[in-house]
């Protein structure tokens, strides 16, 4: 593993369906992020977590949540899957320093219907 | 509650020549920082550029730049010399530093550049 891996790549999900969404990171950055991307809407955050055992809601956390327990892992779940959920989901992270940039994974193309 | 915007949903250029890409943000707090993010249509995001709230300078990198304008709460990224491979989506992005790492993005501006 290099950087942050995002699983699965792309997924077709039955409205109503849990879904959890897999985000490591490799660089023991302390803070870590999910945001949506949608056309003309750029990235919006759903949560983050500025360091292992905490989280954060963003902009748009409603059917959504997280948990961090380690520095590594932040996965996203979706408890009950609605079409409006489709996008495309971006997790990053970045360093303890407040001015360092995010690392952002290759994203995960999620379907709702 | 902190935004960004950025105005412009497309853009074009001609090759060789700089074009500005605008972004405004609004918050209350006195430090933060401001990022620039290029995407291309294979879909990866890069970073460009940083600009943190107390820094004197206008950041640079190559031909990257950043016209950082506090009183008028803008940081306008500037590309001189525009190539093909410029040809992206831009992102603004502004963390809050009391907020801990929350780090917002606006819509994006797309970039195209004419040989």
């Known amino acids: 593993i290099a950087g942050i891996t995002q699983a699965p790549t792309s997924q077709i999900l039955a409205a109503g369906r849990r879904m959890t969404l897999r985000c490591t990171q490799d660089m023991r950055h302390n803070a870590m992020y999910w945001y949506r991307q949608d056309l003309g809407l750029g990235l919006r955050l759903i949560h983050y977590?500025?360091?292992?055992?905490?989280?954060g809601k963003g902009e748009v956390p409603d059917g959504y949540s997280v948990s961090r327990a380690n520095t590594d892992d932040f996965p996203l779940t979706l408890a009950s899957a609605v079409p409006s959920q489709t996008s495309v989901y971006f997790c990053a992270s970045s360093d303890t320093d407040r001015n360092t940039e995010a690392f952002f994974g290759q994203g995960t193309r999620l379907t709702v219907v | 509650a902190q935004k960004i915007t950025q105005t412009q949903p497309g853009m074009f250029v001609q090759e060789k020549e700089a074009v500005t890409l605008d972004c405004t943000y609004d918050t209350s707090d006195q430090s933060y920082g401001l990022f620039w993010y290029k995407q291309p249509s294979s879909g990866e995001m890069i970073f460009l550029i940083y600009q943190g709230s107390y820094d004197e300078q206008n950041a640079t990198e190559g031909r990257y730049s950043l016209n950082f304008q506090k009183a008028r709460k803008s940081a306008n990224l500037v590309i001189s010399a525009s190539q093909l491979g410029d040809s992206a989506m831009y992102f603004c992005?502004?963390?809050?530093?009391?907020?801990?790492?929350?780090?917002?993005f606006g819509a994006g501006t797309r970039l195209f550049v004419k040989a």
């Open positions: 977590s500025n360091t292992a055992g905490t989280t």
């Open positions: 992005a502004m963390r809050v530093f009391p907020g801990g790492f929350k780090t917002i």
